[in-house]
């Protein structure tokens, strides 16, 4: 099998720091990934696809989005290869290398995500939310659960400073 672009797997490689071609498919990864039900490919397929560098396949594919970057498979894999960063680092490239995001709304989510860190020094989740509604125009959609969780007390009316937050800053302009 010709590979598509053989510099590919090297980058993700250098970027992540992670022996790629350590994956020998045992779908571990697959297998305990709690978001796989909802991504077109399947963890340890987009290891193998980054393994032969079918890098537009990646890029056009919603799993790298949908991936909640929560270890799962980093922990599970019996080649210790750090998944969930390579799944970090794909998105980043994905972006840089001008590719639409599949998932554009994980992609805006991700960025109110960051903003809300950066301006409280953690999640404010009714910030978000406004912010979410806002750019995507869709005010009324979860609107009844929205309202559970506030009745609950998931959602809190200010936001809570976090000490150290120039610190956070400092740390997010960098990355």
């Known amino acids: 099998m010709r590979i598509e672009n053989e510099t590919f797997v090297n980058r993700i490689a250098k970027l992540t720091g992670k022996e790629i071609y350590r994956c020998f498919q045992c779908r571990k990864c697959s297998s305990g990934c709690p978001v796989a039900e909802f991504m077109d490919l399947l963890p340890a397929q987009i290891i193998r696809l980054v393994q032969f560098g079918f890098k537009e396949k990646i890029f056009s594919s919603e799993t790298i989005w949908i991936c909640a970057s929560c270890e799962t498979c980093t922990t599970r894999c019996p080649n210790e290869i750090d998944i969930a960063l390579i799944m970090d680092t794909l998105r980043q490239e994905c972006i840089q290398e001008g590719y639409s995001p599949a998932q554009k709304n ?21 910030g978000m939310i406004k912010n979410y509604k806002q750019k995507t125009g869709t005010y009324f959609e979860d609107i009844k659960l929205g309202l559970k969780m506030f009745a609950k007390g998931k959602i809190k009316i200010f936001p809570h400073k976090t000490k150290g937050l120039n610190d956070i800053r400092r740390i997010l302009d960098k990355y």
């Open 106 to 126: 994980v992609y805006l989510f991700h960025r109110i995500f960051m903003a809300s860190i950066k301006d409280n020094g953690k999640i404010h989740e009714l």
